[in-house]
Structure formats: structure tokens, C-alpha cells
């Protein structure tokens, strides 16, 4: 074989190469974009190491150095993730604990997008605009978000993942300011709640806005060097700016649950929880007979509230999580039963339980 034909030989061994990426990467968008299959390419690190071992194997009978092998291929995985990273949208700005929800829980190759309000992130999902969105659900300390919930009822769209962050709070002001300067502190009203003790010691104005690194946003534009904002540990680096105090909220155990929405809820795992939301018939009893279903059947209540219809005055809807998947036989089951004494059943909701931060 002359040179010629040697590089000719080689062109066509390196186009399959490029076409094998692109079917490769073609693959993975389709999967990520259904999530329904369960795949996920960038969080399963396990499947990674596994994919690699297999390669090293294949290396190893082809006579081709495995390390080399693998640095190859490990170069692969990088663009697949690079290239087929879902869009994620949050509520707030960089360095907020939904921007930091998005990335752990879809990893480097996610794409987040922020949104002002939690309407927008649902929108955004129901459009098909972004594949998933990150909202807050429930505070340890301060209790659930009402708007998420109303949301969750009224959408089409499903909790497909949640994830539990521990909550700290610093305070941040512009690099000039100090204690003995501040006299206004802007943050969002949960985050200030959840710092009670400390910001009433400092007896500064408290002003609520929508978001807690959007305070430390509009602190550093506008040069407020008289004001500070109560955020997250992450705001301060992302903004460049300067941190009064750390862990200034009353609970050090504080943390706050996020839901993950899509289009589809996840496939059983096994360790899985199902959310819900009903509207009981107003009759005797209704409360008991609707709870016996779980208990009959030792399901496990993990949280149950209630919340005004705002339709009817005194009517509630009732939101309920519980273990295990909507697809578990025993979950069918008292589905079933408890669509009997309801006006309204909706489920909201299967995905994989949270691990505890």
C-alpha cells in the first residue's frame, strides 16, 4: 500500500470515527430528551466505570494499550455529556441554591437558565423550552412554598427527582461596607425568616425581594454601600463580594427541599417516593377513610398538609407524599381505594427518595 493509499485508508477509518460519534451522541440526546427510558447519561457514574472497563477489556484482545484506550474514550464521554446536557431552568440568579440543586443533581454538562419567578420555570418546562426545571418545595425550618404547590396542581407537567440542600446563610455587602455601615438588609422573605435572630440583633430595615443572590445582584450594580443581602455561601464568590458573617441562620440544621419537574415522572428504582395532591368529599369521616388506605397497607406517610382550594371558601386540597412508585401493585391499589372518597385525584408525582444532606 502506497502513501496515497494509506491516507486514503486512514480518512475513511476516521469518518466512520466522526459518524460512530454522532450516532453516539444522537443517542444520548434522544434519551435524555425521553425521560420516561430512565437513562441518564450524566449522573451514572457507575455506568461510566463500567463502559470504560469494557473498553479496557476490548484494548487489551486488539493489542492496544488500555490507559491509552481509555483516555480516548474517557474524551468521548466528555463530549457526549458536553453535547447532550438537559436545559435547566431555576428560580433566581447564579450562585442560588436552585442553580446549585441543578448542577449536583444533572452534573457539569447541565444547562441551567435562570427564570424570576417559580412561574416562569414552570412555563418553561411545559413549553418543552427547557427539559427540566428546579423549584423549591419545603423549608425545615419555615415550611412548604404555597406558590410551588398551587403550581404543581394547576400544571401538567411532573416531579420527576427532589433533593435536599443544607441551607446556610451569609451576609453580603459591597467591599467597602461593614456591620457599623448597614442600615437596610434585602433578601427574600423565607431566607430572611430563617435569620431571624441574628438580623434582629442588628435592628437594620429589613427589605424583601424575590430572590436571594438576585439582593446580592442589585447590592453590587447599584454600589449600595448602606445595604447588605442575606444569600446563600455561593453568592458572594459568584458576585465577587464581601461576607459580613457566616451562618447567620437560627437553625444549624436548616435545609430546604427542591422538586425536579419534567414532562414524565422517573421509572421505579425501588427506593422511591410518590407525591399527590386530593380534594375529599365533605362527609363524616372522609380524613380517616382516606390515611386508613396507607395505613391498611403499611404505606409510609412522609408528609401530609393542606392548603386552601381558593374556589370555594373553607375548602382545602391535601397534598400527601408517601414511599414507594405509583407503579408499586400496592400503590395502585390504594390509589384506587382512595379515589372512593375523593372529588379530586390528582398524582403529582414518582421519583427516586433524596438522600439526607
Not at 453516539?24 to 437513562?39: H, L, N, P, W
Not at 468521548?76 to 441554591?97: C, M
Not at 437560627?250 to 425501588?270: A, C, E, I, W, Y
Amino acid at each position: 500500500m502506497n502513501s496515497q493509499d494509506l491516507r486514503k485508508t486512514l480518512d475513511d477509518i476516521d469518518s466512520r470515527i466522526v459518524n460512530l460519534l454522532a450516532e453516539r451522541i444522537k443517542k444520548i440526546r434522544e434519551a435524555v430528551e425521553g425521560v420516561e427510558t430512565g437513562y441518564d447519561e450524566h449522573r451514572d457514574a457507575a455506568r461510566d466505570e463500567e463502559m470504560l472497563k469494557h473498553v479496557r477489556s476490548l484494548a487489551i484482545k486488539e493489542g492496544i494499550d488500555a490507559e491509552d484506550a481509555e483516555r480516548v474514550f474517557w474524551q468521548i464521554l466528555n463530549v457526549s455529556k458536553k453535547v447532550g446536557g438537559p436545559e435547566v431552568a431555576f428560580q433566581g440568579e447564579d450562585g442560588s441554591y436552585g442553580q446549585e440543586v441543578a448542577l449536583n443533581f444533572f452534573g457539569s454538562s447541565g444547562r441551567t437558565r435562570q427564570c424570576d419567578t417559580i412561574d416562569e420555570v414552570f412555563r418553561l418546562v411545559r413549553e418543552g423550552s427547557v427539559a427540566h426545571g428546579i423549584i423549591p418545595i419545603e423549608n425545615s425550618q419555615e415550611g412548604s412554598v404555597g406558590r410551588s404547590y398551587d403550581l404543581l396542581l394547576e400544571s401538567d407537567v411532573m416531579v420527576c427527582g427532589e433533593a435536599q440542600v443544607r441551607t446556610s446563610y451569609c451576609l453580603v455587602a459591597n467591599k467597602s461596607a461593614n456591620l457599623s455601615t448597614i442600615k437596610k438588609i434585602y433578601s427574600h422573605p423565607q431566607a430572611l425568616a430563617q435569620c431571624q435572630a441574628f438580623l434582629r440583633h442588628l435592628g437594620n430595615e429589613l427589605i424583601p425581594t424575590y430572590n436571594t443572590a438576585a439582593s446580592v445582584k442589585m447590592i453590587k450594580e447599584k454600589k449600595m454601600s448602606d445595604s447588605a443581602a442575606v444569600a446563600g455561601e455561593g453568592a458572594p464568590f459568584t458576585f465577587d463580594m464581601k461576607v459580613l458573617a457566616h451562618e447567620i441562620e437560627d437553625n444549624p440544621r436548616n435545609s430546604t427541599r427542591f422538586f425536579v419537574l419534567g414532562k414524565h415522572d422517573s421509572p421505579p428504582t425501588g427506593k422511591d417516593k410518590t407525591s399527590i395532591s386530593l380534594l375529599l368529599k365533605h362527609e363524616p369521616g372522609t380524613v380517616y377513610r382516606a390515611v386508613k388506605q396507607f395505613a391498611d397497607r403499611g404505606i409510609n406517610l412522609t408528609k401530609v398538609e393542606s392548603r386552601p382550594t381558593r374556589k370555594t371558601e373553607w375548602e382545602y386540597n391535601f397534598y400527601l407524599d408517601f414511599e414507594g412508585h405509583r407503579q408499586d401493585q400496592i400503590i395502585m391499589e390504594a390509589l384506587t381505594e382512595l379515589e372512593k372518597v375523593c372529588l379530586f385525584l390528582k398524582v403529582l408525582g414518582s421519583y427516586p427518595r433524596a438522600k439526607t444532606p
